[in-house]
């Protein structure tokens, strides 16, 4: 399976905290995508970050990759109650159309 | 971007039925795939649908299972087939433009076979 890992698997923060997300993959990736999803709805895309780069940034959201270690790091700063979710890494994969989900990090903000 | 509605929302169903879910895009698009997720699990594809052919599963789904449909490039049906209660699970439609690019997400069909 190509799945990938995130750690932690949930993660509990104070509000105004920033936090980090974890993700490893198995196989070379084309690019490594960020998405988050509220209580079992759809899965919103966050941020997009291809194999040729290092890091990328969106608003609060800060993503790293490094492809020798086949890893990547989501790090939301400030964080917000309505940042509670599950995020997943899903890697796109060179000839390939599909995405492959990892595992999940649930989060959750306290107020 | 791409907005997709897919429904039904949610609903229940007798084991041994079917329900087809509907998967529509407002814009045409080149892949749509159908995610099938455990609560409180990852995302796990069961196929990829095909525009003009027939779908490709994933390992571990069939044809006879899970029959899709993609008669144009903005619509998809899935069709859960002969239910039982371990097919309950929230059904996810997905569409994309092209390998590297981001993927949207209809809001999810939760179904509870009884």
């Known amino acids: 399976s190509q799945q990938g890992e995130e750690d932690p698997q949930a993660l509990s923060i104070q509000e105004g905290e920033n936090a980090t997300m974890n993700c490893s993959y198995k196989?070379?990736?084309?690019?490594l995508q960020w998405y988050r999803q509220n209580s079992g709805r759809g899965l919103v895309h966050l941020i997009l970050?291809?194999?040729?780069?290092r890091e990328k940034h969106s608003g609060r959201l800060r993503v790293t990759l490094d492809t020798s270690k086949k890893s990547s790091s989501l790090l939301i700063t400030a964080s917000r109650a309505a940042d509670t979710a599950s995020y997943f890494c899903?890697?796109?994969?060179?000839?390939?159309?599909?995405?492959?989900f990892g595992t999940g990090t649930r989060l959750t903000i306290i107020p | 971007s791409a907005v997709i509605s897919q429904k039904p929302s949610r609903d229940i169903c007798q084991r041994g039925t079917s329900l087809t879910i509907q998967c529509q895009v407002d814009?045409?698009?080149?892949?749509m795939f159908w995610y099938r997720q455990q609560p409180g699990q990852s995302l796990t594809l069961i196929a990829t649908?095909?525009?003009?052919?027939?779908?490709?599963?994933e390992s571990g789904f069939v044809i006879d299972k899970f029959p899709i449909s993609r008669p144009n490039l903005t619509f998809s049906t899935l069709t859960v087939s002969n239910m039982s209660p371990e097919d309950s699970s929230i059904y996810l439609c997905?569409?994309?433009?092209?390998?590297?690019?981001?993927?949207?997400f209809g809001q999810g069909t939760r179904l509870t076979v009884v």
């Open positions: 814009s045409q698009v080149t892949m």
């Open positions: 649908a095909n525009q003009g052919s027939e779908a490709t599963y």
């Open positions: 899903a890697g796109g994969y060179f000839g390939n159309e599909k995405l492959t």
């Open positions: 970050i291809r194999s040729n780069e």
């Open positions: 196989t070379s990736i084309n690019n």
């Open positions: 997905s569409a994309r433009q092209g390998m590297n690019t981001e993927a949207f």
